[in-house]
């Protein structure tokens, strides 16, 4: 039987159906009218959004959350760029996302038509791979290569150019076979090996990271942890790849990090290292293990090959996705005795007590120290907390303790207004979990047209947002550097109470530590997104320092 004659523009749309696409993020445009005609009668839901940064960071939680490519659709030139930084969150957070991006039609290429864009060139750096689709029948081809790879190795971002009058064509092609995940598994001599130097370990820690994980993974991970009495820390906006409230779980390698846990970490004669690659962040600007020998026993286990040996040169180098290895563990036994739980335990209760909000004060009546403990009292363990980038992220990463996977979405490439469109995204594939987005007044007013679209979609997600009344991050690093020279990082804010109420959501100003736990129970109530516009004094820029202090003690060290 010959395949029926079909436009490109429903090729695609069939490519993405066969391949177990439900979902697409987009800004519609001219240049891609044909894919979104063929959208109309796919089973596909669409989330349209209000600016394509927006639309691709949906996409991207979405990824990040279901391990399938998060879809996204955007017009050419502008739109393109616009959706930039949701692939460049993709790459550093390994996720698997496809970009759709229209393209002006084939005859005019090279003239500088009207919004013309060289994806191959643009994106080329930012994403996994970068293409153009140049004939209707390859859809099926291009379309399939798309999602594996995207999925496999380590997962990223795949931006694909389509020419207007590609996706008009007529082509007669058949369709492709659904994609599958690449799997890499661990072998059963790397197995014996681990289960070798595990035994010969005297003062072991794991360090949990990137992507390809799975619940399933989690849980598998946490029965090894338990068998072993593993002292477990989970690296920078990863601490949903372990429980905080499990016995070997000792904290995370975020910014501000516990002295402690570093110190262990450092300490530690054997380094098991899943899944992440230890990059800036979490290694502490790369202070933590020695490159390219750390002196610790390394053992690093990742889906991509090209990432063992890139910058650690470990003892045990093992080519498995975290998925993979966490089943191969099963197979591992403890030794007899185990000289390291007692180091286990006094790391576990140091990492409780760092994280503990209830002691935390600092300047200004509304006292977040409190907010946290309420919320801890109040949220459900599913609650999925997103945020960006900013000193107020602290306040989720430290005191709240992730129980459970797919609850965290924050993006490590410390990219600003990712919290409120990740928030869409993932209360459109998770109605039933609260969705709650910590966001600072500069962080939230990046992508805060995206609040438009959770009231259109009748999303209620919750934005705690700290309004300082300045860029305080980079006001912290300038009192650091360069004290008293205040530059560029004060704000005048809008009312964003008044804000989330004309967008049609709920709104409400919260000034005082007794006044929160009220407006959190209206906000939550309302059954509309909501935000809670809080009042935070610019004094109190971290939990532990004030601003002032942080001037002093630089003025200090300058004279
Ligand atoms: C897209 C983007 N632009 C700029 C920065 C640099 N940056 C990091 S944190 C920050 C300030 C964040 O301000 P706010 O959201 O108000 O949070 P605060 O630090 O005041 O708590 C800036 C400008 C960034 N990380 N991302
Ligand atoms: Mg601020």
Redesign the pocket.
């Known amino acids: 039987m010959t395949a029926p004659s079909r436009t490109g523009g429903q090729i695609l749309v069939d490519q993405l159906t066969l391949h177990g696409v439900d979902h697409i993020f987009c800004v519609p445009g001219e240049s891609y009218l044909a894919a979104l005609d063929a959208l109309h009668d796919a089973n596909i839901t669409i989330t349209v959004c209000r600016q394509e940064g927006g639309a691709a960071m949906m996409a991207e939680a979405y990824g990040k959350l279901t391990g399938r490519p998060g879809i996204c659709f955007v017009t050419r030139g502008p739109g393109a760029t616009n959706a930039s ?1 949701g692939i460049h969150i993709a790459k550093q957070d390994s996720t698997p996302m496809i970009l759709f991006v229209g393209q002006i039609e084939r005859g005019m290429r090279e003239r500088e038509a009207f919004q013309e864009l060289d994806y191959r060139a643009a994106f080329g750096p930012l994403a996994k791979w970068a293409t153009e689709v140049d004939d209707p029948a390859r859809f099926p081809e291009i379309v399939s290569r798309a999602f594996h790879v995207a999925t496999s190795g380590r997962p990223g971002p795949v931006v694909i150019a389509l020419p207007e009058d590609v996706l008009t064509e007529m082509a007669t092609v058949a369709d492709a076979p659904r994609y599958q995940v690449i799997e890499t598994h661990p072998g059963p001599a790397q197995m014996a090996e681990l289960q070798k130097l595990l035994h010969g370990a005297k003062k072991p820690v794991a360090l949990l990271g990137g992507s390809r994980w799975s619940e399933d993974a989690v849980q598998r991970f946490v029965r090894f942890a338990e068998r072993f009495e593993l002292p477990v820390a989970c690296t920078f906006r990863r601490q949903m790849l372990f429980p905080a409230d499990h016995a070997s779980y000792i904290g995370d390698l975020g910014l501000g990090v516990n002295p402690k846990l570093l110190a262990r970490i450092k300490e530690a004669d054997l380094v098991l290292l899943v899944g992440g690659r230890l990059s800036e962040i979490p290694s502490q600007a790369y202070t933590l293990l020695d490159i390219p020998a750390p002196k610790q026993t390394l053992v690093h286990i990742h889906p991509d090959s090209s990432e063992l040996g890139r910058v650690y040169a470990p003892h045990l180098a093992i080519n498995a996705s975290p998925t993979a290895f966490a089943a191969a563990l099963e197979g591992v036994h403890p030794p007899a005795s185990l000289p390291w739980s007692e180091g286990k335990k006094a790391a576990h209760d140091s990492y409780l007590a760092w994280s503990d909000p209830g002691e935390i004060k600092h300047p200004g009546a509304l006292q977040m120290g409190q907010v946290m403990r309420h919320l801890r009292e109040v949220m459900p363990t599913d609650t999925i907390f997103c945020n ?5 992220a602290t306040w989720v990463h430290r005191f709240w303790p992730f129980r459970q996977y797919g609850t965290q979405l924050a993006p490590t490439s ?4 990712y919290g409120v469109p990740a928030a869409v995204g993932a209360k459109r594939l998770r109605p039933d979990s609260p969705v709650v987005v910590f ?6 007013l ?1 992508n805060g047209q995206e609040f438009a679209t959770a009231v259109q979609y009748d999303l209620p997600i919750l934005v705690v947002l ?1 309004d ?1 009344g ?5 006001r912290m690093h300038q009192e650091r550097e360069y004290p008293g020279r205040v530059s560029a990082t004060m ?1 005048q804010n809008p009312d964003f109470a008044a804000y989330a109420r004309a967008f049609g959501g709920y709104g409400e100003r919260v000034e005082m530590t007794e006044d929160f736990a009220p407006a959190l129970q209206r906000a939550l109530t309302s059954g509309k997104p909501a935000i809670l516009h809080c009042i935070l004094d610019p004094e109190a820029i971290t939990p532990s320092m004030s601003l002032s202090a942080i001037r002093e003690k630089a003025l200090a060290e300058k004279n």
């Open positions: 930084p960006g980038a900013g000193n107020f410390g990219s600003m207004g966001a600072g007044d500069g962080d939230f990046m700290l300082n300045m860029y305080g991050t980079i704000l």
